[in-house]
């Protein structure tokens, strides 16, 4: 079966909108056809719960500041929430039946408030809404509205249109661009998120990995338009934002709309982010190997603000696990990108992403794979056993994997990863490292930030300093943490964005 076919089984399964609905909501969605909440009025209560991946957490932000600007103000907890969001992630392994397990907690909850006369609203977002779709509502029905991650910017209309009875499923692919319909962050909401943001550039993916949801839940690969970053980027960094991550399921296969239509890759937007008054550094995530350009290898050499730190999943470093996996690289492939980045930047540390027991997949597999981390060396990574993903072609074959071999692999590849994880973190005693300060440290006069390699730091140093760059000599590393102490710090700066807003 074909990758456009398979996508549409997964549609067939329960992922269509209830859609008898004569008005598109976009305009609600806008703002413009609805009255805004009436200032007198008490404040609605919202608590959102995010799992997995930093879109969620981008997409968790959002749909905050969508139902804010309806009169929600967010809560910490669900107990007293008007509103309960659960944005849901279908990467991780049991991610619907986790999801139904905090769904019944929820069902419980809801029966309370209604016994107080209340009306309590739970909406399923992300990933499992959009490949579950109106399967959540036949088994819980307690739930009011399930929406996918592309349809996140009507969901003050689908509350209304829950709120009047109706059961709400909205899980197709729309044809509009949906940022185009999400308010600006309130400035007060992005102060409150600190020196560092997430910024989503690029949604879905094309490759088609055979153990992976993402092309059937986010679906085809879509870029922002230039435009429409730099202008979400000058809001946060007037707000004081020093830092931004670039995100996108497949985020180094950026291919933008510029100045003239023109198409601007990763790298070109890099640059002209870099132009940007008080922006100290820009990250990306996640990347695929295949879409590694020369322009963005060399933007890591030449660019100061993007960082020295890459995310890179390979996946396995058997060849014939990676053609299982559809992966379209192989693993001399992968290292000779690994040289030819690190020629271009020397000091740039790697991460990476690492499934154990993928079907098929023998012990002389696996060893490939440790030789492969061995011989690349990683700054930190992530790794996992193989599950299966319903509708994926990984989860169709004969030849999976006892979990015991899976365990007993994934133990051992952990053992590796750690092991250099904690000698990348040793190496930094005694260096001087540029550090974001993000926050207070967990102690009174400590301070605490990220060094260029996405380590945390922690400091005696004053409140002040956050959101500056400061030199810190890095005297200590802990299992999770460096430990330094600031140098010279009678000559660190304000921030940028300090003196611009006191010239304003």
């Known amino acids: 079966m074909d990758d456009k076919r398979r996508a549409t089984r997964l549609e067939d399964r329960g992922m269509m909108s209830d859609a008898g609905e004569a008005k598109t909501g976009l305009d609600v969605a806008r703002g413009e056809a609805a009255p805004g909440p009436d200032a007198a009025a008490p404040s609605r209560k919202l608590f959102i719960q995010s799992f997995g991946c930093q879109m969620n957490v981008y997409d968790a932000q959002r749909m905050s500041d969508l139902l804010g600007a309806e009169g929600y103000e967010e809560t910490q907890t669900p107990e007293g929430a008007d509103v309960i969001v659960l944005n849901t992630c279908h990467i991780r392994e049991r991610a619907s039946e986790k999801i139904f397990s905090e769904l019944g907690r929820l069902r419980d909850l809801k029966a309370a ?6 009306a309590p609203q739970i909406v399923v977002a992300g990933c499992v809404a959009q490949a579950e779709g109106a399967e959540i509502q036949r088994r819980q029905s307690a739930v009011d509205v399930v929406v996918g991650p592309q349809s996140y910017h009507r969901l003050p209309e689908l509350l209304r249109r829950a709120g009047e009875g109706a059961r709400v499923v909205e899980a197709e692919f729309p044809a509009q661009d949906k940022f185009g319909f999400l308010p600006p962050p309130p400035a007060a909401a992005t102060r409150r998120r600190g020196v560092s943001a997430f910024l989503t550039v690029q949604e879905g993916c094309d490759k088609f990995c055979s153990f992976c949801v993402v092309p059937y839940t986010r679906g085809a690969e879509f870029s922002r338009p230039v435009a ?18 670039l995100i996108g399921q497949n985020v180094n296969a950026y291919h933008g709309e510029g100045p003239g239509g ?5 790298a070109g937007l890099c640059a002209e982010l870099a132009r940007l008054p008080g922006l100290a550094r820009i990250r990306y995530t996640t990347s695929h190997p295949n879409d590694m350009a020369d322009d963005l290898i060399e933007a890591h050499a030449t660019l100061p603000q993007l960082m020295p730190y890459l995310h890179l999943p390979v996946q396995s470093g058997s060849n014939a696990v990676l053609k299982a996996m559809n992966r379209r690289h192989t693993a001399g492939a992968y290292l000779d990108l690994v040289a030819r980045v690190r020629a271009r930047r020397p000091d740039l540390a790697l991460s990476s992403d690492f499934i154990t027991g993928f079907p098929g997949e023998t012990e002389a597999d696996f060893a490939d794979t440790l030789a492969l981390i061995e011989a690349v060396g990683f700054a930190a990574s992530f790794s996992f056993k193989y ?22 692999r994934l133990h051992a590849l952990q053992a590796l990863l750690e092991e250099q994880r904690q000698s990348f973190n040793r190496s930094m005693v005694g260096r001087r490292l540029a550090v974001l300060v993000e926050k207070r440290g ?39 943490s460096l430990y330094g102490r600031l140098v010279a710090p009678g000559e660190v700066r304000a921030p ?6 006191g010239a304003a």
């Open 113 to 118: 408030r209604a016994r107080e006369g209340l």
């Open 228 to 245: 429409a970053v730099l202008d979400e980027a000058k809001a946060l960094l007037d707000e004081g934002v020093r830092e931004l991550t």
């Open 262 to 266: 023109r198409a601007v890759s990763l």
């Open 387 to 408: 599950s299966p993903r319903p509708g994926t072609p990984g989860a169709e074959r004969a030849d999976q994997i006892d979990e015991d071999v899976k365990s007993r």
């Open 442 to 480: 967990r102690h009174e006069g400590q301070a605490a930030g990220k060094t260029p390699y996405l380590q945390a730091v922690h400091f005696e140093g004053g409140a002040g300093l956050v959101g500056a760059c400061v030199e810190v000599e890095i005297m200590a590393a802990g299992p999770n």
């Open 496 to 501: 940028e964005r300090a003196a611009r807003r």
